[in-house]
């Protein structure tokens, strides 16, 4: 049985967009897994995972994980709190495309609420750009199946033209603001690379504002999937 598994995209341009969360006060150190240990990348996504519904990778063998972990063009970082484990990140180098993917990242349960979130991807980012030649960095946002998103407001609405059934429908969204699972949106709505639509709203994720709280907010510029109307 197939099943339909929508991914957005996260993008930022330049490091001046980060508004960098300050240093937890608790004793953390982020590190480059060097010797490659397939072991780790398994741990986390399993751990991790389990709160977003990460699955496609637990199908993997070890043979899987081991190929992935040692490509030359994917990095793991671990966050420990003094010599403890408490989250990680994955880079994916695509220096042909002048960008760096953030492909996985995230902190155990334990480590919710304690002000290492924003600190993590802020080190993420900016080791996206203290490469060479990199021009932007995009994060990855996996299945979201099961959670639920609720929209509090909608502004400046404006309508253009017709959504025919089967046409081509793309959303193109700008991150105004995000902090603490509360975010304001401005979207386009294309049909057919033609648009349609215009928008400002407001969306709360529940889940994200009682596990994963970032302290400062992030500027994005935001891509959709694809999607056919029908």
Known sequence: MSENITRNYLEIKSINALNESISPKLECSINLVKPDDFQINKFFYKNVGKKHRWTDRLIWSDSDWIKYSSDNKVETHILKVKKDLAGYFELICHLDLQEIEIAYFGLLEEYHNKKLGGYLLSAAIKMCFDKKD????????????????YLTSADKLSFKKKIIPNSKFEIVTEVIMWKRGMGKFKGTGLVNGEICCNAEFSLILPDEI?????????????????????
């Open 134 to 149: 990199i021009k932007r960095a995009i994060n990855v946002i996996r299945n979201n199946k099961g959670k639920i998103m």
């Open 210 to 230: 009682k596990m994963f709280k970032l302290e400062r907010s992030y500027s994005y510029g935001f891509l959709s999937n694809s999607a056919s109307i029908g």
